[in-house]
């Protein structure tokens, strides 16, 4: 169990880092694939490269705190962190995005970070 919590983690941590490089460096296709189809063209820049650190330094938070801290921090982290999914599925939802992608993306990913703190406390 404890490979399959600690590598559930990394991957989790790993994809906000890409998603929040992916604001930064295509910041018009982040917002598309985010769900929310009412974003004016382009986006706003400053708001999407605020999307883009605010993810990308959370996923350098938790890789950092899983390297130098241990698991008992990172599962801390992870049942925190989950919030950022959850308030985004509230987000897409109250602003004309598709249930597909509230529930698909942003309600599974906590699902996937919720899970990945538990795995991380039973370590």
């Known amino acids: ?3 399959t919590a600690y590598t559930l983690a990394v991957v989790l941590d790993l994809l906000v880092v890409v998603i929040g490089a992916r604001f930064l460096l295509q910041p018009t296709a982040a917002a598309t694939g985010y769900g929310v189809p009412a974003a004016p063209s382009g986006g706003d ?10 993810d990308l330094t959370f996923g350098f938070m ?3 705190l899983l390297a130098f ?4 921090a990172e599962a801390w982290f992870m049942l925190l962190v989950a919030l950022v999914p959850l ?6 939802l109250r ?9 698909g993306i942003h309600f599974a990913t906590a699902v ?3 899970i990945s703190a538990g795995l991380l406390f039973a370590v």
Do not use: C, E, F, H
């Open 62 to 64: 938790g890789l950092a």
């Open 112 to 114: 996937a970070v919720l």
């Open 95 to 103: 602003n004309g995005g598709t249930k597909a992608t509230a529930y």
């Open 1 to 3: 169990m404890t490979v």
């Open 69 to 72: 801290s241990g698991a008992r």
């Open 45 to 54: 820049p400053a708001y999407l490269t605020i999307k883009g650190l605010r």
């Open 87 to 92: 308030g985004d599925t509230l987000i897409v």
